[in-house]
């Protein structure tokens, strides 16, 4: 299995832009995880999906963001628009809803917001 | 919700020393328990993990162990290389649901 795809790995853009992250999750797993890492606030858990619904999106932090899996093979997450203080890496993970429930991470997307 | 917290932030010890992380947990649902290793530049990987039926695990130089009434649960490492640096990262996690992450560990072993 080639694991959890992310794509782009690294994104500049300029504030104001829509900026999309695509994720697919590795086959069988039934869950999907938006991560960000910044230096500052560490790892955080912007949503996650259940069998392709949405079941916390607590950590999403304001509209500017939005995060789709229309299906079980692809999930986007989307900030429109985007602002410098959104520059993180960003982290797709899929994993198990039951059992062993290990993490398994994609490479990440790096995006700068200027 | 769930709370996660990690201490120590940064620790450095000595090619072949012992190192330990320590994490707390609040909710008492969570039962799932792993630890991430994530090198500069890469993604967190799965190092081991501990289920909330269990009070200890080992595997090779690494061990976690689980205090559930105190809600803890620590990391040591033993014969530390200097290939174990890295930022180490705790979590906790209930049933079918979302893992919680502590804000990491940076481990720096001098040869």
């Known amino acids: 299995d080639a694991g959890v795809i992310q794509s782009p790995r690294h994104e500049v853009t300029e504030m104001g832009q829509e900026v999309t992250l695509r994720c697919k999750p590795i086959s069988g797993h039934n869950s999907l995880f938006w991560y960000r890492q910044t230096m500052m606030r560490g790892l955080e858990l912007l949503i996650y999906?259940?069998?392709?619904?949405?079941?916390?999106d607590s950590g999403m932090p304001e509209d500017r963001f939005s995060a789709k899996m229309p299906n079980a093979s692809f999930s986007t997450l989307k900030i429109q628009p985007s602002e410098p203080r959104d520059s993180a890496v960003y982290f797709c993970?899929?994993?198990?809803?039951?059992?062993?429930?290990?993490?398994?991470f994609g490479e990440g997307s790096r995006l700068t917001v200027l | 919700g769930e709370n996660v917290e990690q201490h120590p932030s940064t620790l450095s010890v000595q090619e072949g020393d012992s190192a330990v992380i320590k994490c707390t947990y609040s909710?008492?649902?969570?039962?799932?328990f792993p630890w991430y290793k994530q090198e500069l530049g890469k993604r967190p990987q799965l190092i081991i993990d501990?289920?909330?039926?269990?009070g200890e695990k080992k595997d090779q130089r690494i061990a976690v162990t689980l205090n559930k009434t105190a809600k803890h649960f620590s990391l040591h490492i033993t014969e530390t290389q200097p290939e174990d640096s890295a930022v180490y990262f705790c979590a906790a996690s209930p049933s079918a649901g979302k893992s919680t992450f502590g804000d990491g560990t940076t481990l720096t072993v001098k040869p």
């Open positions: 501990i289920r909330s039926n269990v």
């Open positions: 993970a899929s994993s198990l809803s039951s059992g062993i429930r290990e993490l398994f």
């Open positions: 999906f259940n069998n392709n619904v949405p079941i916390d």
């Open positions: 909710d008492s649902a969570s039962n799932y």
